[in-house]
C-alpha cells in the first residue's frame, strides 16, 4: 500500500524559507507523479507544483514560479518543495499526492487525479 507522509511546515516570517518534505513508502517514487497542493483559509484546494514520473521537469503554479522549488531524491523516496520568498498568501495547509505513472499536463491540476494523497503540514507566513 502506498502511503505518503508530509513535514516541514511551520511559523516564518515574511521572506523566509521552509522545505517540505514528502515521504513515498510502498513503491519507487520515481514511478509517480508527486504533486503538492496547498489549502489556505477558506480556500479550494490549489495545485502548486508538479514532478512527473522520470523526469526532472517540473511545473509550478503561476504564484510561486520564481519561489518554490519541487525536487526529487530517489534514494530517500522523497520528495520536497523548497519555498523561498515566503508571503503571507503562502499560509495554508500543504498536501502532496501521487499518482502511478504519467499524467499529461493538463491532468496535473485536478485533485481527482491522483489516488494517494498525505495527511498535510500547516505552513503558517506572519510577522
Known amino acids: 500500500e502506498v502511503q505518503l507522509q508530509a513535514s516541514g511546515g511551520g511559523l516564518v516570517q515574511p521572506g523566509g524559507s521552509l522545505r517540505l518534505s514528502c515521504a513515498l513508502s510502498g513503491g519507487p517514487v520515481n514511478d509517480y507523479t508527486i504533486g503538492w497542493f496547498r489549502q489556505g483559509p477558506g480556500k479550494k484546494r490549489e495545485g502548486v507544483s508538479f514532478l512527473r514520473n522520470s523526469e526532472s521537469r517540473t511545473i509550478n503554479a503561476d504564484s510561486v514560479k520564481g519561489r518554490f522549488t519541487i525536487s526529487r531524491d530517489n534514494a530517500q523516496n522523497t520528495v520536497y518543495l523548497q519555498m523561498n520568498s515566503l508571503q503571507p498568501e503562502d499560509t495554508a495547509v500543504y498536501f502532496c499526492?501521487?499518482?502511478?505513472?504519467?499524467?499529461?499536463?493538463?491532468?496535473?491540476?485536478?485533485?481527482?487525479?491522483?489516488?494517494?494523497w498525505g495527511q498535510g503540514t500547516l505552513v503558517t507566513v506572519s510577522s
Open positions: 499526492a501521487a499518482r502511478k505513472g504519467r499524467l499529461i499536463l493538463s491532468n496535473l491540476w485536478p485533485i481527482a487525479a491522483y489516488d494517494h
